[in-house]
């Protein structure tokens, strides 16, 4: 597996106006975009800090995973994410080392990503999302 950076950290959150208040007034971080990833019932927000980004994450749906997220364990850090080349084959050498895959193949993510997450049952408890830049 050929990981670069972390490229985010995902932060599940109850009110994104109130979140971003607070990125914004108190760290004096800057939310650069929002995004509804519609087949992921969630609304996003991203935050610029170094090479790596803060990625909050507002349900946009109570059937959603965020709501399921927040509803069992309560708002917070949700998942982190490894930038990788080559996802694809990531996924494949994870499996191949015994790591179950939520998601076998790569799928479109927030910021036109390609994405895919490792189970945390597999994973020391700790949601893994694999993100590519997709190849033009």
Do not use: W
């Amino acid at each position: 597996m050929d990981i670069t950076h972390i490229e985010h950290i995902g932060i599940a959150v109850a009110n994104m106006d109130e979140a971003i208040g607070y990125y914004e007034n108190v760290l004096g971080l800057k939310c650069y975009k929002i995004e509804e990833v519609t087949d992921q019932k969630v609304k996003t927000a991203f935050f610029q800090v170094g090479q790596t980004k803060i990625e909050l994450l507002e349900s946009t749906s109570p059937e959603g995973p965020i709501a399921k997220f927040i509803e069992k364990k309560g708002p917070g850090i949700h998942h982190i994410a490894f930038a990788t080349e080559g996802l694809q084959t990531a996924l494949d050498d994870a499996e191949s080392k015994g790591i179950s895959l939520i998601d076998k193949q790569p799928r479109k993510g927030a910021e036109g990503l390609n994405i895919a997450f490792l189970h945390p049952k597999s994973t020391l408890g700790v949601l893994t999302e694999l993100c590519e830049h997709p190849k033009n």
